[in-house]
């Protein structure tokens, strides 16, 4: 990927310029938890985007994404924004990090990504993160990490249509080797987590439906605004509820009468679903993987009935799992799609990809896609 890029971009811009990547991530548990205040685990992995970047001198950004064999020029002011999807991440970095005051010069860039499309790893994430963080160096603009992903996120607010929480633009720009980070949305704060499962006889491996349902992104928004609904009915009777995160489950039932059915199911589950993030990472400190695994199980549980974020190739998945005494197995990121993480016992690891492959191939009329779990680095200048 490196070298391809690198290739292009003396093709067309020449000689110069830095590489820059960041990285896409998963999450071990905490679904839908980051905009309800709560706590989220997750990580960055070894698949990501890579971006040589130049100043050029001018007031304009001209991009090249290989990957959609593309170039896209624009502006940098409002009105500037680009048809394309893929430029519309850069140009919503470019345009938060103005509103933010710092400066953005234009620059010339080839970049690509090996991140799979529509898995739920959060490519989009990557790809903000990795300009965010460019952006910042190379005008000086001194913006701390927090607020690179921050304009990640208002990225996608603003610009792509989707009200997501912090979860992803955090782990890829906080990204650690080795680590998982727990972050409580609400406060900011964090902490790095030590993850190493094949030092205690387990894997960690994603399987990619390679399924995308269409309007994920309403489906989204949708479930965002059934928890401000519910935690709003909640709030009148105990004001300290600032996120839904802050209610305690009876407190949930006194307004069960007052809210529609749904939106009581969803906050059921985001209730429940904060619990278990704390509870997983005790569990993990004793180097209890079957507890962990339980609560992976628990929250597919919660993410398919009462979130209803699931989809049948994904409960498929989850049910074979459970068939073949796999640990853990839920389905990750947003959902409507995308893939299931597993964390399974190596001697299990073999036959049950083997067999999940088969049986869902023979189910589902294609293969999904086996991608092993490697935590790496975030954000960072290459070269
Ligand atoms: C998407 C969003 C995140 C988070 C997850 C679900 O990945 O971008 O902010 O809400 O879904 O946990």
Not at 29 to 45: K, L, M, Q, R, S
Not at 82 to 111: H, L, M, N, S
Not at 189 to 201: I, L, R, S
Request: proline letters at 2%; charged letters at 25%; one cysteine or more.
């Amino acid at each position: 990927m490196k070298s391809k890029i690198q290739n292009k971009f003396k093709t067309l811009f020449g000689e110069g310029g830095n590489l820059f990547a960041s990285a896409g991530r998963i999450n071990l548990i905490g679904e839908h938890t980051d905009y309800n205040g709560g706590y989220v685990f997750p990580g960055a992995i070894d698949k990501g985007i890579m971006a040589q970047i130049k100043l050029n001198g001018l007031n304009k950004v001209r991009a090249f994404s290989l990957d959609y064999n593309e170039m896209v020029e624009f502006g940098l002011n409002e009105e500037d924004k680009p048809k394309q999807q893929w430029a519309c991440y850069i140009f919503g970095v470019c345009r938060e990090t103005i509103k933010r005051g710092g400066k953005v010069a234009g620059f010339d860039t080839v970049f690509a990504g090996d991140v799979p499309l529509g898995a739920g790893l959060s490519s989009s994430a990557a790809l903000e993160s990795c300009f965010a963080f460019a952006i910042n160096e190379l005008n000086g603009n001194n913006i701390d990490k927090f607020e690179l992903a921050k304009i990640g996120q208002s990225t996608e607010h603003n610009y792509c249509g989707v009200m997501c929480g912090i979860m992803d633009q955090f782990a890829s720009c906080f990204g650690k080797q080795g680590c998982l980070i727990r972050l409580n949305c609400k406060t900011l704060e964090y902490k790095y987590f030590p993850f190493d499962p094949e030092a205690a006889g387990y894997k960690l491996v994603l399987i990619d439906s390679c399924v995308k349902h269409e309007l994920a992104s309403s489906a989204y928004n949708k479930r965002r605004a059934s928890c401000e609904n519910a935690a709003a009915a909640i709030r009148k009777y105990h004001p300290e509820v600032e996120f839904l995160s802050d209610a305690k489950r009876v407190w949930l039932e006194e307004v069960r009468a007052e809210i529609p059915e749904e939106d009581f199911l969803r906050a059921e589950y985001v209730i429940g679903e904060v619990q278990r993030v704390l509870d997983v990472c005790d569990a993990l400190e004793r180097g209890d993987y079957e507890t962990a695994g339980e609560m992976m199980y628990q929250t597919h549980f919660g993410m398919s009935r009462l979130y209803e974020v699931s989809c049948e190739e994904l409960d498929f998945l989850n049910k074979l799992a459970r068939k073949m005494d796999v640990t853990g197995s839920r389905v990750m990121g947003g959902g409507f799609g995308g893939c299931t993480i597993n964390l399974v016992k190596k001697e299990l690891y073999e036959p049950f990809i083997a067999t999940a492959v088969e049986k869902f191939g023979e189910k589902f009329g294609h293969k999904p896609k086996v991608i092993d779990v490697v935590i790496s680095d975030g954000a960072r200048k290459v070269e």
